[in-house]
């Protein structure tokens, strides 16, 4: 398994707060939240970015969105609204190379995902 951040909270290397795992993937709390709720959700499976994950492999993508919509409504606020988003390489804000899902929520949303 590569060596990402991700990676070894996977490995239970680094602590997180887990707020979901399946065989398919795990969800966490981010570290550095940018709304009042910030749950990222990562694929067991390896890739680096949204551009390394091949057609035939789609099903992933999925699971990690309807997960994200299962936590929303398990935890309350998915009829008031949450925010989805996907970073694709360094000019998007992507830092961590194993793709995964950011769900913000919690507070009114800006134009590009911050409070306000």
Known sequence: MPDTIFHR??????PADIVYEDEHL????????????HVLFVPKRDFATLNDVPEEEALVLGRLMTAAARYAKAQGF??????LVMNCNADAGQTVYQIHLHLLAGAPLGRFGTPG
């Open 78 to 83: 998915a009829e008031s609204g949450y925010r």
């Open 9 to 14: 909270i996977m490995r239970r290397e680094l």
């Open 26 to 37: 795990i969800a966490f709390r981010d570290i550095a939240p940018q709304a009042p709720v």
